[in-house]
């Protein structure tokens, strides 16, 4: 058998039609055979090379995802915010990544698949929170925060949004804004005053 030259190139490939089936169909509906068949002459053997299963697939498109698209990166070099603003702001574009928002929260009963949650932990605790952590430094030097535990709000801060969504913690939509107005309050008595009306605005919208 022919060694595959390019193999970064298949992975992608792999990726972007599992991206394409997952949002088209949803998680659920999706198979392996499905992906196979929309991958242009590739074999089953050779997602299966890449990728030991479906979970595998959608926790690299997570990392995928995010990493094209990392807020974190934008907010950086915009020197005219505090530290502060700056995870405020990366906490907005974070919100408007609608196509990784609905792989994620939508279309995944992530308590049916432990794998998946396990992973997207594993990929908050790896991406999120240093990025947070870097930030909520900046802003104590900067003065727009006041906290003795940047370290744990920086752990903290990527797993409410495992905490909001329903399919994980269900709620309803009252209950949805309480567990919000909890979050905004304990943070401000952190010292990190995250949820401004912007904010509170954008998550109104996606609990309605």
């Known amino acids: 058998m022919a060694r595959n030259k390019y193999p970064e190139l298949t992975v992608e490939k792999i990726l972007e039609v599992s991206q394409r089936l997952f949002l088209e169909k949803g998680y659920e509906q999706t198979t392996i055979q499905d992906i196979v068949d929309n991958l242009g002459g590739l074999t089953k053997g050779a997602v299966y090379h890449h990728f030991k299963s479906k979970e595998e697939i959608i926790n690299a498109l997570g990392d995928k995802m995010f990493l094209s698209n990392n807020p974190f990166n934008v907010v950086k070099e915009q020197n005219e915010l505090n530290g502060l603003q700056k995870i405020q702001k990366a ?30 932990i594993e990929s908050q605790r790896k991406y999120l929170s240093p990025k947070f952590y870097e930030l909520i430094e900046e802003g104590i030097e900067d003065g727009s925060i006041s906290t003795e535990y940047p370290k744990e709000l920086a752990e903290i801060l990527p797993l409410l949004e495992l905490w909001l969504m329903p399919s994980v913690f269900p709620a309803s939509e009252e209950e949805m804004q309480h567990k919000v107005m909890f979050v905004k309050e304990m943070f401000e008595r952190m010292g990190v005053p995250l949820f401004n009306d912007q904010i509170l605005s954008m998550i109104d919208v996606k609990i309605k």
């Open 91 to 120: 906490m907005m574009l974070n919100q408007e990544d609608s196509e990784r928002a609905t792989l994620s929260k939508n279309m995944i009963p992530l308590l049916e698949n432990p794998r998946i949650l396990a992973g997207m």
